[in-house]
């Protein structure tokens, strides 16, 4: 399983950098050619654009997968082991909501644009908002895996916390001169 997970991880990254790579070289060709010879690539930016939005989504998957997004943590790194339980799951359930909206509203949206054409690419608007649909089908997978996982009691005490932050050391600091610059302030000086 472990090996599926890491192909799994490792073409996502893959698709990432083609998506940069390929940006960055259609723009620079246009660029160029209009430069060079008043003319330029038709689709180039309909294909960037489009290739930005996948990039995005699959850019935020990666970073859901390794537990990377920004959180204030400071205060559940405190919290009891149960209560610590209790957040987590108001949390996951706050985004597995969030992400069943978001994969109903993108599925929705690229039913209406299947159609569609666009007047860039030549291809259905429709798979801008398959981007949608492909990251909320996957971080909901996601997500419903770890809360399953915590439920069952196989996630460990420092998995409980979602996001990456301060490490606690640098967190209890933070916390003391806090509560150094409030007793200061509360006396009517300063540090």
């Not at 399983?1 to 998506?19: K, Q």
Request: hydrophobic share 55%.
């Amino acid at each position: 399983m472990g090996h599926l997970r890491s192909f799994y991880l490792r073409l996502l990254e893959y698709v990432v950098i083609t998506s940069i790579l390929t940006i960055l070289l259609l723009i620079f060709a246009n660029v160029f050619l209009r430069y060079a010879f008043n003319s330029g690539i038709f689709l180039a930016e309909g294909i960037a654009r489009l290739l930005f939005v996948w990039m995005t989504f699959i850019g935020a998957l990666l970073v859901l997968y390794d537990r990377g997004h920004i959180g204030v943590d400071m205060a559940v790194r405190r919290l009891p082991l149960q209560l610590r339980r209790v957040c987590f799951v108001l949390t996951h359930g706050i985004m597995i909501y969030a992400t069943w909206l978001l994969l109903k509203g993108s599925w929705a949206q690229a039913l209406i644009n299947l159609h569609v054409v666009s007047t860039e690419t030549r291809l259905p608007i429709a798979l801008l908002y398959l981007a949608g649909v492909a990251f909320a089908a996957a971080s909901g997978l996601f997500l419903v895996c770890q809360l399953l996982l915590m439920l069952t009691g196989k996630l460990t005490d420092e998995e409980l916390v979602v996001s990456v932050g301060e490490d606690e050391a640098e967190a209890d600091r933070m916390a003391s001169e806090l509560h150094r610059d409030e007793l200061a302030n509360a006396r009517g000086g300063f540090k």
